[in-house]
C-alpha cells in the first residue's frame, strides 16, 4: 500500500513543479540567445574565408612578382636617319623618345617592360562583437541563480515553519514530545 503524500510532501513538489517551468521558460531564451551569437559568428566566419580567399590570390600574384618583376620585350632597332630608336609591343611600335621610361627598363638594345606590382589594401575582417550575447548570458543565469534561490528560500521556509509547528506542540505536549511512554 502505498504512502499517502502530507500536505507538507505537495507543497514542495507544487514548488518543484513551479521551478521547473520557471527553468524551462529559460531554455528557450538561452537557445534564442545562442543561435543569434551562433549566426554572428558565421557570418564573421564566411567575411574572414572571403578575404583569406583574396589575400591567398594576392600572395601568388606576388610571388609571380617577385620572380619575374620585368618581361623581355625584345631588342631596339634604329630609326633610319634620326638618332632615335624603337622596339614593338603587342604588335604596336613604340619610339624610344616618347615612352615613360618608368615603365620600361633598358639592357644595352634590350627592352624588358617592368610589370605592375600586386596591391592590396583591403583591411581585414572585423571579428564578430558577441559581448553583447554575453551580456544576455549573464543576465540569464543571474536569473536562473535568483531562482534558484527563491526555490531554497521557499522550501527552507516550509520547514522552517514545521519545524516551528513541532516545537509549538512539543511545548504544548511534552509527554508525547519526549518519548515518554505509559
Known sequence: MAKKTTARQRDIARLA????SQLGSLT???EDIYQKKQ???????????????????????????????MTMLGYMKPV????????????KTK?????????????????????????????????????????????LEEKKKSLGEGFQREVAERKAGRMSAVGRRAQSRPMLSKGVTL
Open 17 to 20: 513543479e513551479q521551478y521547473q
Open 28 to 30: 528557450s531564451e538561452y
Open 39 to 69: 549566426s554572428a559568428l558565421q557570418a564573421g566566419g564566411a567575411q574572414t574565408g572571403e578575404y583569406a580567399k583574396r589575400l591567398e590570390e594576392f600572395n601568388k600574384q606576388l610571388a609571380a612578382y617577385k620572380e619575374n618583376p
Open 80 to 91: 633610319k636617319k634620326s638618332t632615335d630608336y624603337y622596339f614593338t609591343e603587342d604588335g
Open 95 to 139: 619610339y624610344l623618345s616618347k615612352i615613360n621610361e618608368g615603365d620600361y627598363s633598358f639592357e644595352g638594345l634590350a627592352v624588358y617592360r617592368k610589370n605592375k606590382m600586386p596591391t592590396f589594401t583591403e583591411e581585414a575582417p572585423v571579428s564578430a562583437d558577441i559581448s553583447q550575447y554575453d551580456a544576455e548570458s549573464a543576465a
